[in-house]
């Protein structure tokens, strides 16, 4: 019978999930930075580079899914998804007619890559984003940031109002589908 050194084993095991966290966290990296595009803007304050579109003092808010105007929708962002709080890939929120569903951004200075897929009705018209935080403690603690962030990829307005297309009867809703199908 073979014989097994048990603290060994447990520090090859703490040893191999260390380097597959950092081997995931680098290719999420790197699929990031692949997906990568440059676009055009009118603002001043988007500055374009091979590295995505950098946009300067963005106001960032914090929400978390039990507050009262989140606690219907529980854990599940619009697009119908679990909210995300990993440690790579979190979720946020944002007006769709800015930022539309599917874009992937940064805020400069942290490890962390954001996904809009979630929107908020006091939101719409603000250029705000809301970063989703798992507590009321977190969400708290973040409270009002004006941030940079990097855009790695513009995510989709085609599949923005094909997913809000049924929920017009929101007045939020409405105003982020007609400056969709005006732009």
């Excluded at 105007?69 to 007006?95: E, F, P």
């Amino acid at each position: 019978m073979p014989h097994h050194d048990t603290q060994f084993s447990g520090s090859l095991n703490v040893k191999t999930c260390e380097m597959m966290r950092n081997a995931t966290t680098c290719l999420l990296c790197i699929i990031a930075a692949l997906l990568c595009s440059c676009s055009s803007s009118s603002s001043n304050k988007k500055v374009l580079s091979k590295k995505g579109t950098r946009i300067t003092a963005v106001r960032t808010t914090a929400y978390t899914h039990s507050e009262s105007d989140h606690i219907q929708y529980g854990a599940r962002t619009a697009v119908g998804s679990q909210l995300k709080y990993g440690s790579v890939l979190r979720s946020a929120a944002a007006d769709w007619s800015v930022y539309p569903v599917g874009t992937i951004f940064q805020i400069e200075g942290t490890p962390y890559i954001y996904q809009v897929d979630d929107y908020g009705s006091a939101l719409v018209g603000t250029n705000t984003i809301d970063i989703y935080q798992p507590t009321r403690a977190h969400m708290n603690a973040w409270g009002v940031r004006h941030v940079n962030i990097r855009v790695l990829r513009w995510g989709s307005k085609s599949k923005s109002l094909a997913i809000m297309k049924d929920r017009q009867k929101y007045d939020h809703v409405r105003k982020m589908v007609q400056r969709l199908q005006r732009s």
